[in-house]
C-alpha cells in the first residue's frame, strides 16, 4: 500500500517535472522559429534554460507586500495542480467523476492569483495589463463554455477520463466535432496570449503590463508558471479533440502503452503549439475591445454552430460513442 503511493507520487513529481522541461524547450523553439520568419537568427533553443538559472540565483531586491510576494508561488501552484489534474498521454495523476467542471474552475486559479499579485504592485502598467487579461478572459470563456457543453452532451459524460476512454473508442472529437475543435482552437489561442491576443502583456505599450514589477527569483518562477501553461493549455485542447495521445490501450499493453501514449501526446502538443505560435508569428495584435467583438461574435457563433451539431448527432441521429 505504501509502496503503490510512493510510485505514484514519484511518477506524479516526474512527470510535472518533465512538463515544465517540455514547456521551457517550447519556449525557446517558438522564439527561434519566430525569429526565422521575421528574418532574424534568434537565440538558441537553451535560451530559456539559461535565462532561469540566472533569475532563481539573482537576489531580488524589489518587494511590495505579502500579496504580491505571494503571487508567483500561488499561480506556478495553480499551474502544477492543473497539470497533475489533466491526462498527459493517457496517465491521469488525479481525478474524479466531475473532470470537466471541476477542471473549468481551477482553470482560473493561477491566472487570477497572478492578477491580484501583479494589480498589489501598484504600477499603473500592472493594473492596465491585469484589466486587459480579466477582459479577454471573460471574452474566450463564452466560446470555451459553450464547447465544453458540446462535448458534454455528444460524449454523454462530464468525466475527462471518460472522454478519453470514448475517444479511444470510437473518434477523436477533432473528427466527430470538427467545428467545436475549431472554435476551441481560437478559444486556445486567447487563453495562451499569443497574438492576436497578447494584449495583456503588450511589451511596447504597458511595458509587459503584469510582468513589470517582478525580477529575479520573482520572474524566474513566473518563466516556471508560463512554460506550464503551455503544457496545459495545448493538453487541453489534446485531451478534448485529440484523444490524449492514446493509441495503445494500457490495459492491454502495459507499461509499453504508456510510453508510446506520452510520445504520441508530446507530438501532438507540440503540433497544436506550432499552430499557435505561426498564428502568433505573422498577426498583429488586437486592441483589447477589438478581441471582446471578436470572440463573442465570430468564435461564439461557431461554438453554437457545434453544439446544435453535437445535439443533432447524438439526440436525432442517435449517434452514440
Do not use: C
Not at 522564439?31 to 534568434?42: C, D, E, L, S, W
Not at 470538427?178 to 495562451?192: E, F, N, R
Not at 503588450?202 to 503551455?230: D, N, R, T
Not at 484523444?243 to 507540440?270: D, M, R, S
Request: charged share 10%; proline share 5%; no cysteine.
Amino acid at each position: 500500500m505504501v509502496t503503490d503511493w510512493l510510485i505514484h507520487a514519484g511518477l506524479v513529481a516526474l512527470y510535472l517535472f518533465l512538463a515544465m522541461v517540455i514547456g521551457l524547450l517550447f519556449m525557446g523553439i517558438a522564439r527561434k522559429i519566430t525569429a526565422r520568419i521575421q528574418n532574424r537568427v534568434g537565440p538558441p533553443i537553451y535560451q530559456n534554460f539559461l535565462d532561469l538559472g540566472k533569475l532563481l540565483a539573482k537576489k531580488t531586491n524589489i518587494k511590495h507586500n505579502w500579496i504580491f510576494d505571494f503571487a508567483p508561488l500561488f499561480g506556478l501552484g495553480g499551474v502544477l495542480l492543473i497539470l497533475a489534474y489533466l491526462p498527459m498521454g493517457g496517465y491521469i495523476m488525479l481525478s474524479g467523476q466531475g473532470d470537466l467542471i471541476l477542471l473549468l474552475y481551477i482553470l482560473a486559479i493561477p491566472a487570477l492569483g497572478f492578477a491580484l499579485g501583479s494589480g498589489a504592485s501598484g504600477n499603473p502598467n500592472a493594473g492596465v495589463g491585469v484589466m486587459r487579461a480579466l477582459t479577454l478572459m471573460l471574452s474566450y470563456e463564452m466560446p470555451f463554455l459553450i464547447v465544453i457543453l458540446s462535448l458534454m452532451i455528444f460524449y454523454n459524460t462530464a468525466s475527462l477520463s471518460v472522454l478519453l476512454q470514448k475517444q479511444m473508442n470510437y473518434l477523436w472529437g477533432i473528427a466527430a466535432l470538427p467545428i467545436s475543435a475549431l472554435a476551441a482552437d481560437i478559444a486556445l489561442q486567447g487563453m495562451m496570449a499569443e497574438k492576436p491576443f497578447d494584449i495583456p502583456i503588450a511589451p511596447h505599450e504597458i511595458a509587459s503590463g503584469p510582468l513589470v514589477e517582478f525580477g529575479g527569483k520573482y520572474l524566474g518562477l513566473l518563466m516556471l508558471y508560463s512554460a506550464g501553461s503551455i503544457v496545459v493549455e495545448t493538453s487541453l485542447f489534446v485531451d478534448l479533440f485529440l484523444g490524449g495521445g492514446i493509441v495503445l490501450n494500457p490495459t492491454v499493453y502495459g507499461t509499453l502503452a504508456y510510453f508510446v501514449n506520452y510520445l504520441v501526446w508530446l507530438a501532438l502538443i507540440f503540433v497544436v503549439w506550432m499552430i499557435a505560435i505561426f498564428v502568433n508569428a505573422v498577426f498583429p495584435r488586437f486592441r483589447i475591445e477589438q478581441a471582446f467583438k471578436f470572440y463573442w461574435k465570430w468564435p461564439t457563433v461557431i461554438a453554437i454552430a457545434g453544439l446544435v451539431q453535437a445535439y443533432v448527432m447524438s439526440v436525432f441521429l442517435g449517434v452514440v460513442p
